[in-house]
């Protein structure tokens, strides 16, 4: 028997709070009391159009989420709770959702579609609720017997949200059939009501993935998409844009049947690009994006082998409507939106024009650069920025794809324009002359070049141009650290002691070390990229500039220290503290690898080490997955470079380390009360494997620092380690990257300790069962450290 909840569901959504707790306290005590009619009640209270909006909107949400959670313990426990249920009741429940759907409430009926397809998640897999797909159809009624139109779309939501929960291989294909049948009947032109079409066009995208023996039948296959291609063209803007998503869905699933239909989709697509509104003309342009990354793919996987017989099927249709796409795509490029690099995220037509004229490059490599230069050359230097942008973007675009020997001469060319575009008195030039530098650098520059762009004539100039353009606005700075990173990567193999960068080095190590003081250093991730280059450019340094990166060693543990006193009065400030010691964290890591590596500076980390340790373990003050693991691999740096002499610090190390882990598992303790457990478990676990991946990085670390020297430092830690390795085995919500770490541990832990390790071995077993879980891993790397630390173990356990 279902209980009156009502007033409790619109007290908990009271902006009075001690009325609001009181509700919240209510319903989970509820809950806890009497689970199977707490779910009767609030499918009642759903179901019931004499009630509240409001309270029904929130018994379905609480319902939905009574059946489903994003963490797999949490949801394994609400489906087992289900399960249980007495059949009666649950029927009682469906019934009341499927009643719900033809409210006229449309929140009401929206919030039942969702949770039925959360129920038949639970019960379609086990062969249980046969009838909910034929009952669904019944509501789409007959040409004879028509169903009121409110009905009819909320039955499609429906479909469309059990197709995006369960599996296609639950459904029989009578009832794929009986399903694509309803939907593409809704989409048709005959169907006058355009809530209806719009609801039925989002079924088709998620019912797409079960539709595969529709789309192998030739008359089938054509019919969808007729119907589709009709509705690219309705009155109503919604449905066009959902027409044009679910053939964004096709070009990858079914991109082997799309031969027949590609010219009319050129036409459909360009019209929309052309003429569209934006949100239809973006998915209009996604189209072809997903084309290209489907002949990208197979061309990566196949390369010069490919051939007609392949498995994979490569039609080459972006190369056969390429003198058509190529200036459909650069008349984009001019419908910029004025603040565009200032937005945090923006997308607009002329970005995805871009973005897929460089799909389109990486595919079809040197044919296109005969149809965009033209454009560059005509439009570069025009007065209009728009277009000199427009060209530069496009410039930019094809910098990957083409062969060194078609680009090199272009770029040689137009470098010292693209330099002097830097001081155009447009922001928007000159963020995309910036990107377009940074592409120069990562493609046409390094040991590899025959001709290389950048030489000993031009250095000086570059680094001229690069130090005042990182003086300008966050957005274009932060794309002059790109340039700078992969400037200094070229350099990378250069090979001797000395680069031609060394000159250069301490300008530019202060020049990003001003941008990380910018007071505008939060806007577009330039404190981020600053910091990301600066590591760059320390790890690319040679020998002669070894001096210089000792001088930064103090310089970054004094930032570092500062972050500790920074006063915190908000989230942004906790927000801005966490990313610089994360950033600095990660300098040091650097810093002290490359120091180390040289036996000229290798002393003077030493000389540091106290002070660097002692703000690695303060820094594991703060609650963040992020700072702890750029601190464990600063750490695990620091113990392979100290070598022995880390043992010192192994006690305290331990302290903060169960600090960190105990304050982790309080925090998880008191998310778990909180009402947003359930969004708040996958932050969480993504949280805690970040905090362990850092944890095992610092292990390994210190395991190869003690290798071959007074190894017996270790053994008093060693069974601390294995039991933290073993709690790993056991999760399984530990992620890839944590696995192989673990696994790289374990072999570090026997190939240090050697014979010491024997009988912590010997007295455990539960890593055996990892170790063998990990070798039939479908990943080769996983593989291949999992063979190794098994070797290295018996060999040790045989001695």
């Not at 029989?172 to 939907?183: F, G, Y």
């Not at 019912?207 to 019919?223: G, I, P, S, V």
């Not at 919604?238 to 036409?267: H, N, W």
Request: proline fraction near 4%; aromatic fraction near 8%.
């Amino acid at each position: 028997m279902a209980f009156e909840v009502t007033q409790i569901l619109l007290n908990a959504q009271s902006s009075d709070g001690s009325v609001r707790k009181l509700a919240e306290d209510n319903l989970k005590q509820f809950q806890e009391q009497n689970f199977p009619v707490f779910l009767l009640s609030l499918a009642h209270e759903l179901a019931n159009n004499e009630k509240p909006p409001e309270s029904r909107r929130l018994a379905g949400l609480i319902l939905k989420n009574s059946l489903d959670a994003k963490e797999a313990s949490r949801k394994t426990e609400l489906v087992q709770a289900w399960i249980s249920l007495d059949n009666t009741l649950k029927s009682q429940i469906k019934g009341a959702l499927l009643v719900t759907l033809s409210s006229p409430v449309k929140d009401a009926s929206h919030t039942s579609a969702q949770v039925i397809a959360k129920v038949a998640a639970i019960e379609l897999p086990l062969r249980e609720w046969p009838e909910l797909v034929s009952s669904l159809l019944a509501n789409m009624g007959t040409p004879q017997a028509q169903k009121p139109a409110q009905l009819k779309q909320a039955t499609l939501e429906t479909l469309g949200y059990v197709c995006e929960e369960i599996p296609s291989e639950v459904l029989a294909q009578e009832q794929v059939n009986s399903i694509l049948t309803a939907v593409v009947q809704g989409m048709n032109t005959s169907e006058i009501n355009n809530d209806v079409r719009l609801a039925a066009t989002r079924a088709l995208y998620n019912a797409l993935d079960f539709a595969q023996n529709n789309f192998d039948n030739d008359m089938e296959r054509d019919y969808i998409m007729r119907v589709i291609c009709e509705a690219t063209l309705s009155a109503d803007v919604k449905i066009r844009q959902a027409a044009f998503e679910c053939l964004v869905s096709i070009s990858s699933t079914y991109y082997s049947k799309l031969s027949p239909y590609m010219g009319d989709l050129f036409t459909i697509t360009s019209k929309a690009v052309r003429e569209d509104e934006e949100g239809v003309a973006l998915q209009a342009l996604e189209f072809w994006s997903s084309i290209c990354d489907e002949e990208i793919e197979a061309q990566e996987e196949y390369g010069a082998e490919f051939s007609g017989d392949s498995e994979v099927p490569y039609f080459k249709f972006i190369k056969q409507a390429l003198p058509a796409l190529v200036p459909m795509l650069l008349e984009t490029l001019t419908k910029q939106e004025e603040d565009q690099d200032q937005e945090e995220g923006a997308w607009n037509l002329a970005m995805a024009g871009g973005t897929c004229l460089g799909l389109v490059a990486r595919t079809v490599g040197d044919d296109i650069v005969p149809l965009v230069m033209p454009y560059v050359q005509e439009n570069i230097a025009k007065p209009d920025w728009r277009f000199r942008e427009a060209a530069t973007y496009a410039f930019g675009s094809i910098l990957e794809g083409p062969s060194l020997e078609q680009l090199t001469p272009l770029v040689q060319v137009a470098f010292n324009f693209m330099l002097n575009a830097m001081k155009d008195q447009n922001t928007h030039v000159k963020d995309t002359t910036a990107w377009t530098l940074r592409r120069i650098f990562e493609f046409l520059h390094g040991p590899s070049v025959d001709t290389p762009v950048v030489n000993q004539n031009n250095l000086s100039l570059i680094v001229e141009v690069l130090s005042e353009g990182i003086k300008d606005a966050p957005n274009v700075a932060e794309k002059i650290c790109g340039a700078i990173y992969f400037l200094a990567q070229g350099y990378e193999e250069s090979g001797g002691p000395t680069s031609p960068l060394s000159p250069y080095l301490q300008g530019i190590i202060q020049m990003l070390l001003a941008a990380t003081d910018r007071e505008d250093a939060g806007e577009s991730r330039l404190r981020t990229s600053s910091y990301e280059t600066l590591n760059e450019i320390v790890r690319c340094s040679t020998e002669d500039t070894a001096s210089v990166i000792m001088q930064l060693l103090p310089a970054i543990l004094q930032k570092l220290s500062n972050t500790l006193d920074m006063p915190i009065f908000s989230s942004d400030d906790r927000e801005k503290q966490n990313e610089l010691q994360a950033s600095l964290c990660g300098v040091l890591q650097v810093i002290i690898q490359k120091l180390s590596a040289l036996e000229l500076t290798k002393f003077g980390v030493l000389q540091y080490a106290d002070q660097m340790m002692g703000l690695f373990l303060r820094v594991f003050s703060c609650r963040s997955a992020t700072v702890h693991e750029e601190a464990m691999l600063a750490i695990g740096a620091l113990a392979y470079a100290t070598g022995v002499e880390f043992a010192k610090y192994m006690q305290d190390f331990y302290k903060y380390l169960n600090m960190g882990l105990q304050n982790f598992e309080e925090y998880q303790g008191a998310a778990e009360l909180s009402a947003q457990s359930a969004n708040d478990d996958d932050e969480l676990i993504d949280y805690y494997n970040q905090l362990r991946n850092g944890i095992l990085e610092a292990y390994s670390g210190i395991m190869q620092g003690f290798k071959n020297t007074k190894s017996e430092l270790m053994v008093q830690y060693a069974g601390h380690i294995l039991q933290f390795i073993e709690s790993i085995c056991d999760d399984p919500h530990r992620d890839d990257a944590v696995t192989k770490a673990a696994v790289g541990v374990l072999g570090d832990l026997a190939d240090t300790l050697g014979p010491h390790a024997a009988v912590l071995f010997q007295n455990s077993s539960s890593y055996q069962s990892f170790l063998q879980e990990c070798q039939s891993s479908d990943d080769q790397q996983l593989k291949e450290t999992a063979d190794w630390a098994l070797a290295i173990i018996s060999r040790v356990l045989s001695r």
